[in-house]
């Protein structure tokens, strides 16, 4: 834990610069990449090659990434000094009445994205005790980046996980739930992005402007991964 410590402490540059995007991109590069192509090879193993039959199962970032929703609107947000940085990748396409049990079938395809996730943070944080084998003028780097998979990977999970369609977690809600409250929610879907704007955007911005804290969404994300955080860092000997 000491050593995961210093190294977030690390080098601290002002502004954006060369370095920092480049522990920053590629754990975030990877995570959704992972995390993509995971949809669509547990979808293509259920009954469904939509995905496969697209090259969507592929672990070639420009497969997934939205030029907008991957590259332009983190930039926006990030350069603006949002209060919550927020993007998507292109969804995978998958067809539910080709999986072999669809309704069961989608919370695994829903679930595949987020589990990947964890497992590439606990990857990142098992990495950490190898740091003393790279060589001293990498290491700082390395462990910047293995940082950063571990942060954002776990931010990907918990984030997804939540229960609004399109997110993994809405459609293992609609999985699960009976359908008298499952049938509301997946109607919910086409209004999914909007809906998020509102709560992780607009929402702080009303509140801030009254005098109310209004920012529920990235108080419960923040909250929760840093429990994840906590607890893979103790499973892996990290603290």
């Keep these: 834990m000491d050593r995961l410590r210093r190294t977030a402490r690390g080098r601290r540059l002002s502004g954006i610069s060369l370095y920092t995007l480049s522990v920053w991109v590629l754990p975030l590069v990877i995570a959704i990449t992972f995390h993509e192509a995971a949809h669509g090879f547990v ?3 259920l009954g469904d090659n939509t995905a496969w039959q697209l090259g969507r199962v592929s672990f070639n970032p420009l497969k997934h990434i939205d030029p907008f929703g991957t590259v332009m609107l983190p930039g926006i947000l990030l350069l603006s000094h949002a209060p919550f940085l927020f993007g998507y990748a292109k969804p995978v396409p998958v067809n539910f009445r080709n999986l072999s049990h669809p309704r069961i079938d989608m919370v695994w ?19 950490f005790h190898g740091l003393g084998l790279v060589p001293a003028n990498g290491a700082q780097w390395v462990a910047d980046n293995l940082q950063n998979a571990l942060i954002i990977n776990v931010i990907l999970a918990v984030f997804n996980m939540l ?13 699960l739930l ?10 919910l879907e086409p209004y999914g992005l ?5 709560v992780l955007l607009l929402l702080p911005m009303l509140g801030s402007q009254l005098g109310l804290n209004l920012d529920v969404i990235s108080t419960i994300v923040r909250t929760v991964t840093g429990y994840v955080i906590q607890l893979l860092l103790l499973v892996t000997g990290n603290t």
Excluded at 178 to 187: D, E, F, G, K, Y
């Design 109 to 127: 395809v829903a679930l595949a994205g987020p589990v990947t996730n964890i497992l590439l943070a606990l990857a990142a944080a098992l990495a």
């Design 178 to 187: 009976p359908n008298v409250l499952a049938a509301p929610l997946a109607r």
């Design 163 to 175: 229960p609004i369609p399109p997110l993994d977690g809405g459609r293992v809600a609609v999985g």
């Design 43 to 45: 979808a293509h193993r």
């Design 194 to 198: 909007l809906i998020l704007i509102g």
